[in-house]
């Protein structure tokens, strides 16, 4: 009995690292998903319920804009809608994708678990390509529906 839990025990624990290493493409800046103030002090507790790996940010070569990723997944027992900033900075530069209007809206089914690729536009005021010093997209909200 013991040696089945050590073993249940080890895969989980094999299975959690291989999610918080997963590859990221070459070029791209590994991130930390943030709580903004309405996520962290959500009444609803639908908030805690939403957990994320896998946050990264990278240049589109593509359309010159800033990509943000992160894994989502709805651990509630109900649909709900997350708003997020695709939020990072550029180093020897301020922050971008903060703004209210950068926020994005994305729904999830309950247990529902979405790869999600945030289109955070060219910072304004800078060269395109500039080194991305951090990346720390927001979780700024998540509501019922």
């Known amino acids: 009995m013991k040696k089945a839990a050590l073993i249940a025990a080890a895969l989980v624990a094999l299975t959690l690292v291989g999610v918080s290493t997963a590859a990221i493409p070459k070029g791209a800046v590994r991130g930390v998903m943030t709580l903004g103030f309405a996520a962290k002090y959500d ?6 319920r939403m957990t994320h790996s896998n946050v990264w940010c ?19 027992i ?19 994708g903060a703004g209210f209007t950068s926020t994005q809206s ?25 080194p991305i010093a951090k990346c720390i997209p927001e979780l700024s909200m998540v509501q019922s529906g």
Request: aromatic share 8%; net charge positive.
């Open 78 to 96: 109900e649909h709900v809608t997350a708003y997020i900033s695709p939020k990072y900075s550029l180093r020897g530069g301020g922050v971008h």
């Open 58 to 76: 990278a240049w589109s070569r593509k359309d010159k804009h800033v990509t943000v990723h992160v894994t989502m997944q709805n651990r509630s």
């Open 106 to 130: 994305k729904g999830f089914d309950s247990g529902e678990t979405r790869s999600l690729y945030l289109d955070a536009g060219a910072p304004k005021g800078a060269r395109p390509f500039s």
């Open 43 to 48: 009444e609803s507790g639908l908030a805690k």
